[in-house]
């Protein structure tokens, strides 16, 4: 009979490290435990914390999702090429309070002087002035919790692509409540927080990318524009 030794003895007596358990759609969760879970989870690409509820993403299809969240980057990225002390981020989480830890497609937010800033550890905390989701399976939750998220945190301006639908809205901030930004005679609507940014919307539905960078690179031409992005400048001095 073979006799183990002292320290085998004590190496088999030691506990198991606890694992991370991982994230599961409609776990209710703290916002430091949805981080500790997202983290441990290298391979997972989105996941959202939603009122205290975990979502996670499905595959994403080129023509209901990909294509159009393209160009919404191509559009917000000419935009951000002209705009010192504007930043621009695909996919980021966003620490917007303790119950809520969304990962929005895009978002625009003012660097200095802005409503958020950008953490120790490299995360959005506080609310963009500008948020956009591409909506096409995950409708429901961009349409109205998250909706009402970014309203409560005071997002100054949300769009909302509800790709199937072939719609678009833009929601601005007013006294508390989200109103429809209205397009001018002309079809294009121009954000009120970002001068300069203006958007065909009708192109970017149909897909004339074209049009809409011709569109944008209007609005950056405009006197609105340059008289804002000096301001920009002048908050740094």
Same mark, same amino acid.
């Given at each position: 009979?073979?006799?183990?030794?002292?320290?085998?003895?004590?190496?088999?007596?030691?506990?198991?490290?606890?694992?991370?358990?991982?994230?599961?759609?409609?776990?209710?969760?703290t916002q430091t435990e949805f981080?500790?879970?997202?983290?441990?989870?290298?391979?997972?690409?989105?996941?959202?914390?939603?009122?205290?509820?975990?979502?996670?993403?499905?595959?994403?299809?080129?023509?209901?999702?990909?294509?159009?969240?393209?160009?919404?980057?191509?559009?917000?990225?000419?935009?951000?090429?002209?705009?010192?002390?504007?930043?621009?981020?695909?996919?980021?989480?966003?620490? *917007?309070?303790?119950?809520?830890?969304?990962?929005?497609?895009?978002?625009?937010? @003012? !660097? $200095?002087?802005? /409503?958020? &800033?950008? =953490?120790?550890?490299?995360?959005?905390?506080?609310?963009?002035?500008?948020?956009?989701?591409?909506?096409?399976?995950?409708?429901?939750?961009?349409?109205?919790?998250?909706?009402?998220?970014?309203?409560?945190?005071?997002?100054?301006?949300?769009?909302?692509?509800?790709?199937?639908?072939?719609?678009?809205?833009?929601?601005?901030?007013?006294?508390?409540?989200?109103?429809?930004?209205?397009?001018?005679?002309?079809?294009?609507a121009k954000s009120e927080v970002?001068?300069?940014?203006? *958007?065909?919307?009708?192109?970017?539905?149909?897909?004339?990318?074209?049009?809409? @960078? !011709? $569109?944008?690179? /209007?609005? &950056?031409? =405009?006197?609105?524009?340059?008289?804002?992005?000096?301001?920009?400048?002048?908050?740094?001095?």
């Amino acid at each position: 009979m073979t006799q183990t030794t002292f320290a085998e003895r004590s190496i088999r007596n030691i506990p198991p490290k606890p694992q991370i358990p991982p994230l599961e759609n409609g776990d209710r969760l703290t916002q430091t435990e949805f981080e500790r879970r997202y983290n441990a989870m290298p391979s997972l690409k989105k996941a959202e914390l939603i009122e205290g509820i975990v979502y996670m993403g499905s595959a994403l299809r080129v023509k209901r999702h990909g294509e159009p969240h393209a160009h919404i980057m191509t559009w917000l990225g000419v935009y951000k090429a002209f705009t010192p002390k504007v930043g621009l981020a695909d996919n980021a989480t966003v620490r *917007l309070d303790v119950d809520n830890e969304p990962q929005p497609d895009a978002l625009l937010r @003012i !660097e $200095t002087g802005g /409503q958020s &800033i950008l =953490s120790k550890d490299d995360y959005v905390e506080g609310a963009p002035e500008l948020v956009v989701e591409i909506a096409a399976s995950s409708v429901s939750i961009d349409s109205h919790a998250k909706l009402h998220v970014y309203r409560r945190n005071e997002v100054q301006e949300y769009i909302l692509w509800r790709v199937e639908e072939g719609e678009l809205d833009w929601f601005r901030l007013q006294e508390g409540k989200y109103v429809r930004l209205q397009p001018n005679d002309a079809g294009i609507a121009k954000s009120e927080v970002f001068p300069g940014l203006w *958007l065909a919307g009708s192109a970017l539905l149909t897909g004339n990318l074209a049009q809409v @960078i !011709e $569109t944008v690179q /209007q609005g &950056i031409a =405009s006197e609105a524009h340059r008289n804002f992005v000096e301001s920009l400048s002048a908050r740094e001095r």
